[in-house]
């Protein structure tokens, strides 16, 4: 009679076990961190959204004077863009003159900022 041997051994499982703990080791560590990053990124898209929907306002407002809206502040990117300014977030108020740049600061709800091309026109 053969007696056949089903299943792991207790060595085996042993090893499977270290081993899975050795990866996590190593990978958690980079996983951590990923929320920071994902908040900076989400900062500077944010930023460039309010960028381009003043460009494009501009470029609108220079067309025909009755399409897009004046912006005379940089916190006036924020009705500019669809939807309006997510929550947790906000602009550095700073005056545009007509036909100038300025650069715009947005702050995050974790104090992370992101700058901005803000153009003015009346």
Known sequence: MRNNQQGFTLIELVVVIVILGILAAVAIPKFIDLSSEAQTAATAGVAGSIGSAMAI???ARKAASTKGQAVTNCTDGSALLQGGLP???TITAAA???????SCTLTDAKS??????????L
Do not use: H, Q, R
């Open 96 to 102: 545009i003159a007509a036909d100038a740049t300025v």
């Open 87 to 89: 929550t947790g977030y």
């Open 57 to 59: 306002n501009y470029a």
């Open 112 to 121: 992370g900022t992101a700058t901005f091309t803000g153009i003015g026109i």
